[in-house]
């Protein structure tokens, strides 16, 4: 096959231009990206092996292997991983699959300063086109274990890239990268240098659990015998060391990394750095983790956890797309990545490492999710990340609002779904609340602040902040200073309808069910009880009039105890849907049957109080019907609803506002 030359999808080139001019300052890292990748190549063909024996691969000696060469500026790469076949090359290196892409290069190019564009570059990563950072050209050349194809790829990173097929390429991936000229202002950059090379390595790849090996250049045929150490069976040339210089004084092959397990290692041991390179190679995040949770199991069932907290959320955390959750681990080897099993959905942004002892190399995804000691890891693991977070909220409020801020709208999903843990889960969430315009509340301060003779803790669901404090359902709390907690995610719509109390304070909503919260503090019980009683007399025959005539449009027609400025207000009953969850449940295709809801008058309202005057003796009640209809119209427009037939709602009140001229 011909050398066939390619352009790079739209969002690589842009992502590639970013590389070439280097907006992110710490170029070392590019080193990190291809040990990462050919590390994961590793552990696919030792996988790939122990599931197929029939695999024509050698699996003996995995390793990674560093090659430079300071007169030709070269740096390779090389592993003897499962490689890549011809399409996976075009697809895998000329494209970029991550769906966050294009939001997130919006995001950079909106991004006016430098160091807000390496702060994004930082969280996203980039992999292996971060190579373009000190690369002027890079060639990969692999062939996929088991096929007798190679592949190679080279592109200057400029628009275009080139593919070929070639015979005779080696198990793995060699990624070559032609170096850009040196600085002389900047030696610390010299990626041809042994010494950095070793730098770079003992940073972030340490914990490899690959050899990651050093390696001289391949002599041509005639300088065969120049060299030695990494040439096994090499039969030629007599002297050693020779005249190559440089090359033959570094031809002894040492490896780099001391391969060591992080979570194996005792805890003393390792620093917060090492702990952070881990969490980026099995992230492929940029940026340090916010938290970091061990986990030592020892007994009948031992395993080692070390999971990771991310600072920012992925921006497909709602999308259940790809993810790389917590990996298995089996005795050290790597098993499986994003073992769904391990942790419930409601934590599936944590990422991380857990290593078993007992479970054997071949266990399937089938398996886990029905083996009884991988649920009680499970429980296990997502009781300690509660404790994490409750912790950090202890020792760390600004980390915990972080925390929160990016991951408090799916812990939340918890609250519906793990009943096991729900009190825990209250116990680290926070809310908006109408006591503090800037910062969220727990519910444990919620209950401190909670007025005398306040038993409940209350709350409204709706779209914003703004569209709930000024429904009609505030008024009476905002008169008498009770606080309430503002929910605006939409998940909050469906946890509160199944989380009944906090340390056995009733959650309640205030547009739901009859609310009675005294008429002020100097009355007592029973004076209130008695005024309501006179007033419900005194408006009996209007509410049953006004429930007949609008019908099926409501549950009930009832004086209301919560407004204070408007005159009317819908509810919903204590125990029925609210309309936010019976459109949620429309939007996701179920059927779900209109619920009543119920209209509350305000008895203290003049345009309510005028309704009522000489009402029985009205002989023509055509004005007063249409007023019904109005008000009930209003109260729905209130809570952001939709009046039942608009345009009639339009001409009544063109009608009205007429007879004011
Ligand atoms: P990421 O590692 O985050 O997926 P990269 O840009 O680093 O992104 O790599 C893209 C993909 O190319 C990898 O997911 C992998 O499938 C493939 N790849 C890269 N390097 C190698 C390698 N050395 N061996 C096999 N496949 C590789
Ligand atoms: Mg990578």
């Known amino acids: 096959m011909p050398t066939e030359t390619f352009e790079f999808q739209v969002e690589a080139r842009q992502l590639l231009q970013l590389m070439i001019h280097s907006i992110y300052s710490n170029k070392d890292v590019f080193l990190r990206e291809l040990i990462s990748n050919s590390s994961d190549a590793l552990d696919k063909l030792r996988l790939a092996a122990l599931r197929d024996d029939t695999l024509d691969a050698d699996a003996s000696d995995l390793r990674i292997e560093i090659e430079t060469d300071k007169d030709a500026r070269t740096l390779t790469v090389r592993d003897n991983g499962i490689g890549m076949s011809y399409d996976e090359v075009s697809r895998l290196i000329g494209t970029i699959a991550n769906s966050g892409t294009a939001a997130f290069l919006k995001e950079l190019r909106e991004a006016q300063d430098t160091a807000g564009a390496e702060g994004l570059i930082g969280q996203f990563g980039v992999g292996f086109y971060a190579s373009f950072m000190v690369a002027d050209e890079v060639t990969l050349l692999t062939r996929h274990a088991g096929e007798s194809q190679g592949t190679r790829w080279t592109s200057r990173g400029e628009g275009t890239y080139t593919l070929e097929s070639v015979d005779d390429a080696p198990q793995g991936t060699s990624v070559t990268l032609h170096l850009k000229p040196a600085d002389p202002e900047n030696q610390l950059h010299d990626y041809t240098s042994a010494w950095k090379i070793k730098e770079i390595v003992k940073r972030y790849s340490d914990f490899i659990t690959w050899p990651i090996r050093t390696a001289t250049p391949t002599p041509p045929a005639a300088e065969k015998g120049d060299q030695e150490g990494d040439q096994e069976g090499d039969q030629g040339g007599g002297e050693t060391g020779g005249?190559?210089?440089?090359?033959?004084?570094?031809?002894?092959?040492?490896?780099?990394?001391?391969?060591?397990?992080?979570?194996?290692?005792?805890?003393?041991?390792?620093?917060?750095?090492?702990?952070?390179?881990?969490?980026?190679?099995?992230?492929?995040?940029?940026?340090?983790?916010?938290?970091?949770?061990?986990?030592?199991?020892?007994?009948?069932?031992?395993?080692?956890?070390?999971?990771?907290?991310?600072?920012?959320?992925?921006?497909?955390?709602?999308?259940?797309?790809?993810?790389?959750?917590?990996?298995?681990?089996?005795?050290?080897?790597?098993?499986?990545?994003?073992?769904?099993?391990?942790?419930?959905?409601?934590?599936?942004?944590?990422?991380?490492?857990?290593?078993?002892?007992?479970?054997?190399?071949?266990?399937?995804?089938?398996?886990?999710?029905?083996?009884?000691?991988?649920?009680?890891?499970?429980?296990?693991?997502?009781?300690?990340?509660?404790?994490?977070?409750?912790?950090?909220?202890?020792?760390?409020?600004?980390?915990?609002?972080?925390?929160?801020?990016?991951?408090?709208?799916?812990?939340?999903?918890?609250?519906?779904?793990?009943?096991?843990?729900?009190?825990?889960?209250?116990?680290?969430?926070?809310?908006?609340?109408?006591?503090?315009?800037?910062?969220?509340?727990?519910?444990?301060?919620?209950?401190?602040?909670?007025?005398?003779?306040?038993?409940?803790?209350?709350?409204?669901?709706?779209?914003?902040?703004?569209?709930?404090?000024?429904?009609?359902?505030?008024?009476?709390?905002?008169?008498?200073?009770?606080?309430?907690?503002?929910?605006?995610?939409?998940?909050?719509?469906?946890?509160?309808?199944?989380?009944?109390?906090?340390?056995?304070?009733?959650?309640?909503?205030?547009?739901?069910?009859?609310?009675?919260?005294?008429?002020?503090?100097?009355?007592?019980?029973?004076?209130?009880?008695?005024?309501?009683?006179k007033q419900n007399e005194a408006y009996a025959d209007l509410l049953g009039w006004m429930s007949g005539h609008l019908g099926d449009d409501v549950k009930e027609v009832r004086l209301s105890s919560r407004l204070t400025v408007s005159a009317a207000c819908v509810v919903s009953d204590a125990h029925d849907i609210t309309p936010a969850l019976e459109n949620m449940y429309r939007a996701m295709g179920q059927e779900v049957p209109a619920t009543k809801r119920i209209l509350e008058l305000n008895p203290d309202h003049l345009l309510v109080k005028g309704m009522n005057e000489g009402f029985t003796e009205r002989a023509d009640r055509t004005g007063l019907a249409e007023t019904a209809e109005l008000l009930h119209a209003l109260a729905v427009l209130a809570e952001g609803g939709q009046p039942k037939d608009p345009a009639r709602f339009v001409k009544l009140m063109a009608e009205r506002l007429e007879r004011t001229l």
Request: proline share 3%; hydrophobic share 35%.
């Open 243 to 533: 005249d190559t210089g440089d090359a033959a004084v570094a031809a002894e092959p040492e490896t780099l990394n001391s391969m060591k397990a992080l979570w194996a290692r005792s805890r003393d041991e390792v620093s917060d750095d090492e702990y952070h390179e881990l969490y980026k190679h099995i992230s492929h995040d940029w940026t340090n983790p916010l938290e970091t949770i061990r986990l030592q199991a020892e007994g009948t069932f031992e395993y080692q956890a070390l999971l990771f907290i991310p600072a920012q959320a992925p921006h497909d955390l709602f999308h259940r797309g790809h993810q790389r959750g917590v990996q298995l681990y089996v005795k050290r080897v790597f098993i499986m990545e994003d073992c769904e099993a391990l942790l419930p959905p409601y934590l599936r942004f944590v990422k991380g490492v857990v290593d078993a002892q007992d479970l054997s190399l071949n266990v399937s995804r089938e398996i886990l999710q029905q083996d009884r000691q991988i649920q009680l890891m499970h429980r296990r693991l997502a009781k300690k990340v509660l404790s994490s977070v409750k912790d950090m909220m202890n020792s760390a409020p600004d980390r915990y609002a972080t925390f929160w801020r990016e991951f408090g709208a799916v812990l939340k999903e918890g609250l519906l779904t793990d009943s096991d843990n729900r009190d825990a889960l209250l116990a680290v969430s926070s809310f908006a609340t109408t006591h503090d315009e800037s910062e969220p509340t727990t519910l444990e301060r919620y209950v401190e602040r909670m007025k005398d003779g306040q038993n409940d803790v209350y709350y409204m669901t709706g779209d914003s902040r703004q569209s709930i404090e000024n429904s009609p359902h505030m008024e009476a709390f905002k008169a008498r200073g009770i606080e309430v907690l503002l929910l605006t995610d939409p998940v909050d719509e469906v946890w509160v309808g199944a989380v009944a109390q906090y340390e056995g304070k009733s959650l309640r909503s205030v547009a739901k069910g009859e609310i009675d919260l005294g008429d002020g503090e100097e009355e007592s019980a029973d004076e209130d009880r008695e005024k309501r009683e």
